[in-house]
């Protein structure tokens, strides 16, 4: 049974740069959410996508966005990158109708120079 | 409202000695509890979850956590940590819903275990 899987590793921008980010979630899960990780930082969330659509969103600017494909895989997409955005990207997913235990990949190192 | 506070951002054990990593919650509503594990430039991995079962949870590699409702803990705890325990840890939180319907997960800000040979 595969688990939650992320692409790429590791991905180095420029400031102002737009980027993606792919997961996906392990299998029999419909729920996948997105955290940023900053160096010594706990996870910070940025949203939550079901059915395609994102249902919560945590503080992050509209520089942030995702999409969810029928398959429930989905996508991070950060525009117009700045320095503070260089971080560890979390996917982890769920099943919505379950009691919020999240699996998560193994995360997408970005660096903004 | 729901949030979890982790008391001690750094601990330090011996290898063979007791971990003890602390975790107190707040939610309106009966909760759902998880400890994961974090190893350097890894995602989380979870390690226990309490689910409203049994209160004394048990998980991987020898880790444990007990449930006290009056106390509103989750603390984790191994009886004789390895060297391989030194980690960072997170204590999370959940069982609140939005207005939509779909649960919120509250994470702590972690402790960085440091285990001393």
């Known amino acids: 049974d595969a688990g939650v899987t992320q692409s790429p590793t590791h991905l180095i921008k420029t400031r102002g740069q737009q980027v993606t980010l792919r997961c996906s979630p392990k299998s029999g899960h419909d729920t996948v959410s997105w955290y940023q990780q900053a160096l010594g930082q706990g996870p910070q969330f940025i949203f939550q996508?079901?059915?395609?659509?994102?249902?919560q969103r945590g503080n992050f600017p509209d520089r942030f966005s995702g999409h969810q494909f029928p398959n429930y895989s989905s996508e991070l997409n950060v525009n117009a990158l700045l320095l503070g955005d260089s971080a560890l990207y979390l996917c982890?997913?769920?099943?919505?109708?379950?009691?919020?235990?999240?699996?998560f990949g193994p995360g997408t190192r970005l660096t903004v120079t | 409202a729901q949030s979890v506070t982790q008391l001690g951002s750094h601990v330090s054990v011996s290898e063979g000695a007791l971990v003890l990593l602390r975790c107190n919650y707040s939610?309106?509503?009966?909760?759902?509890l998880f400890w994961y594990v974090q190893y350097p430039n890894q995602g989380l991995q979870l390690l226990l979850k309490?689910?409203?079962?049994?209160?004394l949870v048990k998980g991987i590699n020898g880790f444990e956590a007990e449930f006290k409702k009056s106390e509103t803990s989750f603390h984790l705890t191994k009886p004789s940590a390895h060297m391989s325990d030194a980690a960072e840890y997170f204590c999370?939180?959940?069982?609140?819903?939005?207005?939509?319907?779909?649960?919120?997960?509250?994470f702590g800000i972690g402790t960085k275990l440091q285990v001393i040979p």
């Open positions: 996508y079901y059915e395609e659509e994102e249902r």
């Open positions: 999370a939180v959940s069982g609140l819903r939005n207005s939509g319907g779909y649960q919120k997960v509250t």
């Open positions: 982890a997913s769920t099943k919505t109708s379950g009691r919020g235990e999240q699996y």
């Open positions: 309490y689910t409203s079962a049994a209160t």
């Open positions: 939610s309106s509503v009966p909760p759902y």
